[in-house]
Every structure is written in structure tokens, then in C-alpha cells.
């Protein structure tokens, strides 16, 4: 029987709720924590060195009306993102919402990319999102709630020349997802990727004219997607409708990867 009630919108699904969303000063995450938090979550972002714009999402999401906090911490550390985690816990009693967003490219043939360049796109893409959900494991499991969603990518999927690094640590980051949405399934917490395609961004703003036109060639819808896309996604992912989806992967993408 369907209850009406249920049916009624709720505008407000996170309030009282907190979402951590690393790499949360720009791009995706920045829209992804002013989504959350005009839905009424309280925001806490990691960003790695750009406080300009780290204190600008912060008011941004504060006019909402809620409560945001900024810490610079770099994802890839274990030790530095176990404080974080805990400050983040300390200062608004809990994390219902983790997005793995924070991410980089050091793109290059395999030929010559550098072993550090390979390193540190695996350290920050995936051991990132290995340490913030691993701090958070047990506070989640404690609860019996929680979402946990990582910001994957179609070259996860599709592979793309050049960026074996960053196609690894993506489709690492998928396995980490349906491993840890196996994991944590029958205690409440579901975790999923989103494998956004092209989206305009500072990543996306420094490809060659040549290369943008090539890659628009490969989308169906012939546009780049807006960080507001994906964000909305990852505030389905993290809402009551999505209460029985876990360890999928979402593609974002104009229907570039089908
Ligand atoms: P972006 O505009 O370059 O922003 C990257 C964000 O990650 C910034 O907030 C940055 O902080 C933060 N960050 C980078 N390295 C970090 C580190 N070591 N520790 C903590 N924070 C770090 O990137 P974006 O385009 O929004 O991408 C966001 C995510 O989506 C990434 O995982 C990316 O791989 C994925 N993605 C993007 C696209 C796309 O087309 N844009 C497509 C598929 C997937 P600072 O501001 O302090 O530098």
C-alpha cells in the first residue's frame, strides 16, 4: 500500500546531517558541498592548498544557513586525514556523508611518465579515498547509517591514452567501491562511484582546443556536463530514494560511455 505521506517532497533531506566532502573548494566537490548543503547538510571540505577558494565555498554554503568548516590536508597522507577525520567528527558530532572527490591528472604516454607521476595520482586518487573511508569506518558502522560515495571517472571504465595512471587509480576506486559497499551492506552504509565523463572544470580547462574538439566528438549529447550535474547525482546517491543502491557505478556523461 502506498503511503502519501511518503510521497510528500521533503526539501530538506540532510538537515541535521554532516557530509565531509574532500576536494571541496572547487570543481565537482565545490558544487557537490553547496548542493548538500542547500538540501540543509552541514559541509566540511579538504582541500589541498587553495585557501582562497576553500574559504569561498565555506561562506558560500554558510549563507545557506548551515554550518561549513575548511580543512587544508592532503588526502594521500594517512596520518594527516586521520586528524581531519577526527576534527571534522569532534566539531559536528558525526559524518553521515563521505564524497571522495578529491582528485588529480598527471597525464602522459607510459613511455614517459615519470614512476613519481604514476605514484602520486594512486596516492591521492585512491589510497585518498582508502583514507578518509577508513577513518570513517568504524563511526559508520557505530551508527548503522551512512553513505559513501567516490568520485570515479568514465576513463575507469573506457581506459584513454595517456592516462594509464589515472585509469588505474579509477578503476581501483570502483573495485574499492563494490569491495567496501560488500563490507559494510548489511550495516546500513551503502557506498557507490560516479564516473563522470568531461565536466568543466579547472581539470578539464587546461586540454589543447584540438583535444576538447576530439572529445566532444565522442559525446553523444556534443557538450561538456557542468559540475552541477554530477553534484546532483551524488545528492540522490546520498538521499532516502537511494536507501537500496549500493556498489554501482553511476556514469555522468552525456552518453559518452553505453
Ligand atoms: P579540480 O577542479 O581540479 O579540483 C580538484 C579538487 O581536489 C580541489 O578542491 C583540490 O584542492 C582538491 N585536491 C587535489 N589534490 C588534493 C590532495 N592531495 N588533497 C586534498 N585535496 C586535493 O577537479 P574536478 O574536475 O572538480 O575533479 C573532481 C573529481 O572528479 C576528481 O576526482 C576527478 O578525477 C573527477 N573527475 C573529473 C572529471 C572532469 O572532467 N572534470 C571527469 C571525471 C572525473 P585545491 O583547490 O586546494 O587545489
Not at 2 to 11: D, F, G, M, T, W
Not at 27 to 51: C, F, P, T
Not at 99 to 110: E, K
Request: glycine fraction near 10%.
Amino acid at each position: 500500500m502506498v503511503n502519501i505521506e511518503n510521497l510528500k517532497e521533503n526539501q530538506m533531506p540532510f538537515q541535521q546531517k554532516t557530509a565531509l566532502i574532500t576536494g571541496g573548494s572547487r570543481g565537482i566537490g565545490r558544487a557537490v558541498a553547496l548542493k548538500l548543503a542547500a538540501l540543509g547538510a552541514n559541509v566540511a571540505i579538504l582541500y589541498a592548498g587553495d585557501e582562497a577558494a576553500a574559504a569561498a565555498t565555506v561562506e558560500a554554503a554558510r549563507a545557506m544557513g548551515v554550518q561549513a568548516a575548511a580543512h587544508r590536508c592532503d588526502v594521500a597522507d594517512h596520518a594527516a586525514t586521520g586528524e581531519a577525520a577526527k576534527q571534522v567528527v569532534e566539531q559536528f558530532g558525526g559524518v553521515d556523508i563521505l564524497v571522495n572527490n578529491a582528485g588529480i591528472t598527471r597525464d602522459n604516454l607510459l613511455l614517459a611518465m615519470p614512476e613519481a607521476d604514476f605514484d602520486r595520482v594512486l596516492a591521492v586518487n585512491l589510497k585518498g579515498a582508502y583514507n578518509l573511508t577508513a577513518h570513517l569506518y568504524r563511526q559508520f558502522v557505530r551508527r548503522r547509517s551512512g553513505r559513501i560515495i567516490n568520485i570515479a571517472s568514465v576513463v575507469g571504465l573506457m581506459g584513454n591514452p595517456g592516462q594509464a595512471n589515472y585509469a588505474a587509480s579509477k578503476a581501483g576506486l570502483i573495485g574499492f567501491t563494490k569491495s567496501i559497499a560488500r563490507e559494510l551492506a548489511s550495516r546500513g552504509v551503502t557506498c557507490n562511484a560516479i564516473a563522470p565523463g568531461f565536466i568543466e572544470s579547472d581539470m578539464t580547462d587546461v586540454l589543447p582546443e584540438a583535444k576538447r574538439e576530439q572529445l566532444l566528438g565522442g559525446i553523444p549529447m556534443a557538450r561538456l556536463g557542468a559540475p552541477e550535474e554530477v553534484a546532483g547525482v551524488v545528492a540522490f546517491l546520498a538521499g532516502p530514494d537511494a536507501a537500496y543502491l549500493t556498489g554501482q557505478v553511476i556514469s555522468v556523461d552525456g552518453g559518452m560511455c553505453m
